[in-house]
């Protein structure tokens, strides 16, 4: 083998170790900020992740009716989705919106409050997630 066969094939597979991990996650976050250090209650933040798009619990797989902007509120935990492009519609499935949340929570820690971006959350683009105390 040549020498530039072997640092060619090296360096596919150094490619394919890299490139991996990213398409196994379907959803990514960024402009991750952590707005508070007292974590939120756990049960209820489950419950409230379950309230978007006036309810996604069950056998409901994704936001119905495609609204442009929508909260999930139990007690005094609240999330609230906003498309980065104005008007645009939300459109996130279930597995994307709890996949977006945990990582988050991995960047600021389990139930703290969090402001970020989830990609491709609506029909044309991002969404801006909040998730807070009220
Ligand atoms: C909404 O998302 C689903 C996947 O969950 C996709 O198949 C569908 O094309 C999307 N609808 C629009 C209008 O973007």
Redo the contacts with the bound molecule.
Sequence with gaps: MHFATILYTLSILLLCAFAAPVEKRQETVSNVKCTSNTALDFHTTNVALLQICGGIAGTIE?CQGRPTSTTGQSGNVRFTITPVIEGDQI?I?KGRWEQGIKAAFAVCGEDIPFTATFTGGA?KGDVNVVYESV
């Design positions: 994704k459109n499935s029909v």
